[in-house]
């Protein structure tokens, strides 16, 4: 054998830096090869979905714009809206299924059905929270966006984990273009929309019915009287029998200037110009109180039980407890200018008085020091308190802010704001539904319905010649009438009846409720 071949000869017994070498690498190559199961691939179906763009899509709002509050919005409107809400819904469940992204699932208000939930949403207790919570929140949901660590080009067979499904309801054995969701919503019956009368279906002559921003002089007992100050006189219009009658008159060196039914509809508060607050019984027509305190009209007035709340242009809100000799408890000297707006909310034991300085207090009872203060751009007489959500409550702003605001009150933060475009005069909720009605001044003088919480304009009624300055809702909640500086009452059907009323209880059921 020749030098040359000797260099590439092996010896049988390796060295012992070859041994170490060998041990080494073994060391390293000790992890054993998970075993791979081979199967015929499986292809998904990828045709016509872009999913980068389908995301996309699902931020955009295809529902349309509501109508501006110089739009008419009648039945076209709802039903192009609710035709535009059910397309939305179809396209995102076809497009995602039940992965919905986030993002997506919170736009629109039927994007329930691909989560498998239907699309009647439960009306939340409570008010949301701060909107500082829901962005937070809400960005820490975009970031988190679920990832399944699965491949999605390899054929996996069906385990414990992943049963498959042999329902004929299966998408796998549809025959339909779209999946099973989305027949059952296209198939399902659709809530017909609601009819609201653009016309007043009874209309009264108001002689003397006063064109002033800062007075309250129309309200609705829940004996189903109805109670208007005219000059310096009041009347009473019986709704069932429709009569009316002369309550009282204060003589020609007096004005009615407020007034307010006690929760039993027995009594009625009237306030007047010299200062002066008075109880009358409807009944009997005769005056049983008069109590004094104000140095200059009484222009609001509200009922919290057994205690009666005036506010005067004299600035000082006064609280009273009509059962007692000394009916004077306590004075809120907190509002600059005349307080034109206070509404007791007597479930929850909280007022909220409005003013001619721009301000909205919440006073918690007869608490001295209000809650919060919140701010208009113009005088704050329209105040109503929702009779669905706890703490929400709802003003509106005068000439120069021309806004409705919704508060909760249960933690300050502001829920709404939306631009009405003239004067807000009036507001009362619904207690059939989940319904706001406002009534406005200048310049348009209409009567507005809006829907909440998306604070859309449900209908837009019009035929008064002058600011609509009062309102009143009956106690069956199904009419408002509004009163204006034209002299004339206007009553419309507005709301549908409550389908929770199941008519009268038994006596036993009564008296059991009035124990509790």
């Not at 069956?476 to 009846?497: A, C």
Request: hydrophobic share 30%; proline share 4%.
């Amino acid at each position: 054998m020749s030098q040359k071949d000797k260099s590439f000869f092996t010896p049988s017994s390796p060295s012992r830096s070859t041994a170490a070498l060998n041990s080494s690498s073994m060391l390293q190559q000790s992890p054993r090869r998970k075993k791979v199961v081979y199967s015929d691939r499986y292809i998904p179906n990828r045709s016509g979905v872009d999913l980068q763009a389908a995301f996309s899509l699902s931020n955009n709002d295809l529902l349309g714009k509501p109508p501006s509050s110089g739009e008419s919005a009648d039945l076209d409107y709802q039903k192009e809206e609710e035709a535009n809400r059910t397309f939305s819904t179809v396209l995102r469940n076809e497009l995602f299924g039940d992965n919905i992204p986030l993002s997506a699932a919170n736009n629109g208000s039927n994007s329930n059905i691909a989560r498998g939930k239907n699309g009647d949403g439960e009306l939340q207790i409570t008010p949301p929270r701060s909107s500082s919570d829901n962005s937070s929140s809400q960005a820490q949901g975009l970031q988190k966006t679920p990832r399944h660590n699965t491949n999605l080009f390899s054929y996996q067979s069906p385990n414990k984990s992943r049963p498959t499904s042999t329902s004929i309801e299966n998408d796998l054995y549809s025959l339909s273009p779209v999946r099973v969701d989305s027949q059952k919503l296209l198939l399902s019956p659709s809530k017909k929309p609601r009819a609201i009368s653009k016309v007043p279906y009874r209309v009264l002559d108001a002689p003397e019915l006063v064109d002033d921003f800062y007075l309250n002089l129309l309200d609705w007992g829940s004996q189903d009287v109805l109670g208007v100050g005219l000059g310096s006189s009041v009347y009473l219009w019986n709704a069932a029998s429709g009569s009316v009658d002369k309550l009282c008159d204060l003589g020609s060196q007096d004005k009615v200037t407020s007034l307010s039914w006690i929760g039993t509809g027995t009594h009625i508060a009237v306030g007047t110009h010299n200062g002066a607050v008075q109880i009358w019984d409807a009944t009997t027509a005769k005056c049983t109180r008069t109590m004094t305190g104000h140095s200059a009209r009484a222009s609001s007035l509200a009922w919290n039980e057994h205690i009666l709340t005036s506010g005067s242009r004299d600035r000082t809100i006064l609280h009273r407890d009509v059962r007692m000799a000394e009916h004077y408890m306590k004075t809120l000297n907190y509002h600059k200018q005349e307080v034109c707006g206070l509404k007791w909310n007597v479930e929850e034991n909280k007022l909220a008085s409005g003013g001619n300085d721009n301000k909205l207090y919440v006073w918690d009872g007869l608490n001295e020091t209000p809650l919060y203060k919140f701010e208009h751009n113009a005088a704050v007489k329209a105040i109503s308190w929702s009779p669905h959500q706890r703490g929400v409550l709802a003003s509106g702003g005068g000439t120069s802010d021309r806004r409705i605001k919704i508060w909760n009150t249960l933690n300050g933060n502001k829920l709404s704001d939306i631009d009405t475009g003239s004067q807000v005069c009036n507001l009362v909720w619904s207690v059939n539904s989940v319904e706001l009605v406002s009534t406005h001044g200048y310049s348009r003088n209409q009567i507005m319905v809006w829907k909440y919480p998306q604070m859309s304009q449900v209908a837009s009624l019009t035929g008064h010649t002058y600011r609509v300055l009062y309102l009143a809702l009956s106690p069956d909640g199904q009419t408002v009438v509004t009163g204006s500086g034209d002299e004339t009452l206007r009553f419309w059907n507005v709301f549908e009846k409550n389908r929770n009323d199941g008519g009268p209880q038994s006596v036993l059921l009564d008296a059991f409720s009035q124990l509790r």
